[in-house]
């Protein structure tokens, strides 16, 4: 499959544990995304890279959230101190940077569950 | 601060009836929009997007910047149409997009 691939696809935590999620994207691919979708909403965005450079994080939820893809290749999202709140499914999109608007492609998304 | 609405959580028609997924978008800009499917156990994909005004698996969306809709319509629906659907706008600097919170569609035999 070369599609983007997401690991693990489940996640079950207590609160107050940290979780880390992995996105490996398409090969080629420079632009990697993260969104949140919780039940019954469309993703939501949440940070975005262009190659190693982590260019828009404004929409991390809070400073509990970050995100790191150290060579350009893979990329992480860390929850620290988890929340109920912070249920969800989390999506990785990755796209060709070339001019205009390229496809965003997506994984297939780790549902976490916290309890 | 841009925004997508579905006004429609599920919808229901008949198999060969024609049937109309509406999107309502709120931009300053000049809007990308674009129509991603969900069908059961797989992953987001990309239907249509409304600058390349073609037409995917019979569907076809039209931009209408007056009423800021862009509504996905299919003459004649089929049951492995039953999925669900999201409309989405790109936007800002990252060309993130910003989803609609999707409307379930089920064409019924």
């Known amino acids: 499959d070369t599609g983007v691939s997401q690991d693990p696809r489940h996640k079950i935590t207590k609160r107050g544990q940290n979780v880390t999620f992995r996105c490996d994207p398409i090969s080629e691919h420079n632009r990697l995304y993260w969104y949140r979708q919780t039940l019954g909403q469309g993703p939501e965005f949440l940070t975005y890279f262009q190659n190693e450079a982590q260019l828009e994080k404004s929409r991390l939820l809070s400073d509990r959230f970050s995100a790191e893809r150290p060579k350009g290749s893979f990329s992480t999202l860390e929850i620290q101190r988890t929340e109920q709140g912070d249920s969800a499914m989390y999506l990785c999109?990755?796209?060709?940077?070339?001019?205009?608007?390229?496809?965003?492609?997506f994984g297939p998304g780790t549902r976490l569950t916290v309890t | 601060a841009q925004r997508v609405t579905q006004p429609e959580k599920l919808l229901s028609v008949f198999k060969g009836a024609p049937v109309e997924l509406k999107c309502n978008y709120s931009y300053s800009g000049s809007p990308e929009l674009f129509w991603y499917v969900q069908y059961s156990r797989q992953r987001l994909q990309l239907l249509l997007r409304?600058?390349s005004r073609e037409s995917i698996k019979g569907f076809t969306a039209d931009l209408n910047k007056g009423e800021t809709s862009f509504h996905l319509k299919k003459p004649f629906a089929q049951e492995e149409d039953s999925a669900m659907y999201y409309c989405?706008?790109?936007?800002?600097?990252?060309?993130?997009?910003?989803f609609g919170s999707g409307t379930q569609l089920t064409v019924l035999p």
């Open positions: 989405a706008l790109s936007s800002g600097s990252a060309r993130q997009l910003t």
């Open positions: 999109a990755s796209s060709l940077g070339l001019a205009g608007v390229p496809e965003q492609y």
């Open positions: 409304h600058i």
